[in-house]
């Protein structure tokens, strides 16, 4: 029906969409006309309408991660036009609108391609990696009785502030999308600069460095070598200095772990 | 010694030996490049600069020593690292915009490989003067002239020293922020110290093969 709403400002585009049916099947990039694209859609809506005209035609709809489409839940993540998450900065794929589009456009969409993050069908990937290099060491071991006083524990402005903007990620998965070396340092070294900036961190931080790391490589992401391409992506502006952090603790844990000779490697 | 074997097991690990061999290799290449500018004071110069050099017997052996080893160690480490980032990604893109990446991060891989058949023939050519067409224990200045004089040989050298400027422009900045040794930065993509570093150092070695192949030294 799209056609009897169309207020003359529809777009015509043509998506070329990576089609996966499953985890081992083969995949291949398909093309599909999306006319009477309105500019307001978000990118989400327009695969929706996509989607719709494609089950009213008896066709398998794209599947794609989505949730909360208010760029908080780092669910939604798609390679749009070769940048993670498309063409705005600070921005997920469910917070770009076709207005970032031109009538005419040529638009790919890919899932994130990584080693660490298997398709499991069309442009939705296994993003469980992230849990497990949270899980070795993402976290703070503390009794979570009834919270204390807000003053209790005073804590620096700047360092609350680095806490929080690295604490800002939603683990969307975009900086190893969007790195040339499949990496997630950007990811690991948020948690790592998040945790680390704070007292509660402290006790447990040259473990921490550690384990995520040992987890990361584990996992077979790639390394860094510092393309900046991570920090480009990532939709909430978490910069590079994360990874000097993750770095840096990681090197001072190692020594101290030298030193104390109890180093227990990976975790 | 397991701790070494965790150590080097891991990215950061080898990063990191990579971050601190690179610095020292840094600090060779600058060394090297005012050496070489001795070449425009004179004949004389120069080859005093190299007897003093070769005088010091054992400890030139040190130092040669030290950076055999450190190259080796980066070599290493970036053919291993490379091995991994590799396999990371298994199934590319079928369409991806770099957006800040630079070309020089992009070619440090090739870069690297053009820098180490640069050292194995520049070793060969000036050093043991096995590829040198009359190569002279003591005429270090001579060598150069004639060494330099074919325009294939002096091409060799302008292309190996732009490699070695784009590898600075991005080794210089990234190993000292591999090793964490940098401030927070509101734009830590921000280069000049590399920049002006890489310039220099691009300068000052590429100014002796064009100034032979111009006449301006002979």
Same mark, same amino acid.
């Given at each position: ?20 049916? *499953? ?53 939604? *993540?798609?390679?749009?036009? *070769? ?54 060491? *993402? ?129 | ?21 690179? =610095? ?16 425009? #004071? ?32 980066? #070599? ?37 490989? =053009?820098?180490?058949?640069? =050292? #194995? ?77 890489? #310039? ?7 100014? =002796? ?10």
């Amino acid at each position: 029906m799209s056609a009897t709403h169309a207020t003359g400002k529809g777009m015509t585009l043509t998506l070329h969409v990576w089609r996966q049916a *499953g985890p081992n099947a083969a995949g291949r990039i398909v093309d599909y006309p999306a006319p009477d694209i309105s500019p307001d859609m978000s990118f989400l809506e327009m695969l929706d309408v996509v989607n719709e005209r494609l089950i009213a035609k008896g066709e398998e709809p794209i599947a794609f991660d989505h949730d909360c489409r208010e760029g908080i839940c780092g669910s939604c *993540g798609l390679m749009i036009n *070769g940048s993670a998450h498309g063409p705005m900065k600070l921005t997920t794929a469910c917070q770009l609108h076709m207005r970032s589009f031109k009538d005419g456009d040529d638009i790919w969409i890919e899932p994130w391609r990584a080693k660490a993050f298997p398709v499991i069908k069309d442009l939705v990937v296994d993003r469980g990696a992230f849990d497990r290099i949270i899980q070795a060491g *993402g976290y703070i071991s503390a009794p979570t009785g009834t919270p204390q006083d807000a003053n209790a524990l005073p804590i620096p402005k700047a360092d609350a502030d680095l806490a929080m903007d690295n604490a800002a990620c939603i683990g969307c998965g975009a900086c190893v999308a969007a790195c040339p070396n499949a990496s997630a340092s950007l990811f690991t070294a948020a948690k790592i600069t998040h945790l680390g900036s704070l007292p509660q961190g402290q006790p447990e931080r040259d473990r921490r460095a550690l384990a995520m790391v040992a987890q990361m490589d584990e996992e077979g992401f790639g390394g860094c070598t510092l393309h900046g391409e991570c920090q480009e992506a990532c939709p909430k502006g978490i910069s590079i200095d994360a990874i000097m952090q993750m770095n840096r603790d990681f090197v001072r844990a190692s020594a101290t772990a030298v030193q104390a000779k109890e180093w227990s490697g990976a975790a | 010694m397991s701790w070494l074997r965790t150590f080097w097991a891991s990215t950061v690990g080898k990063k990191t030996v990579m971050a601190v061999t690179g =610095i020292m290799l840094v600090g060779f290449v600058v060394a090297h490049m005012l050496g070489n500018l001795q070449m425009f #004071i004179g004949a004389e110069a120069m080859n005093k600069y190299a007897a003093l050099l070769k005088s010091t017997g054992e400890l030139l052996w040190v130092a040669r020593a030290g950076l055999l080893v450190a190259a080796a160690l980066h #070599i290493t480490a970036a053919y291993q690292l490379t091995m991994i980032n590799r396999a990371a990604r298994p199934e590319g893109y079928a369409k991806q915009e770099p957006q800040v990446s630079t070309l020089a991060s992009r070619t440090m891989r090739l870069g690297g490989v =053009i820098l180490a058949a640069f =050292i #194995i023939f520049h070793l060969g050519h000036f050093t043991t003067g096995t590829f040198h067409p009359a190569f002279s224990e003591t005429g270090v200045y001579g060598n150069v002239i004639l060494g330099l004089r074919s325009p294939l040989v002096a091409g060799f050298y302008v292309l190996a020293m732009a490699a070695l400027g784009l590898h600075l422009f991005h080794g210089a900045w990234a190993g000292v922020r591999t090793l964490g040794l940098r401030k927070r930065s509101a734009d830590p993509m921000y280069r000049r110290l590399s920049m002006g570093l890489a #310039i220099v150092v691009w300068a000052g070695f590429t100014a =002796i093969p064009v100034a032979v192949l111009l006449g301006i030294l002979n």
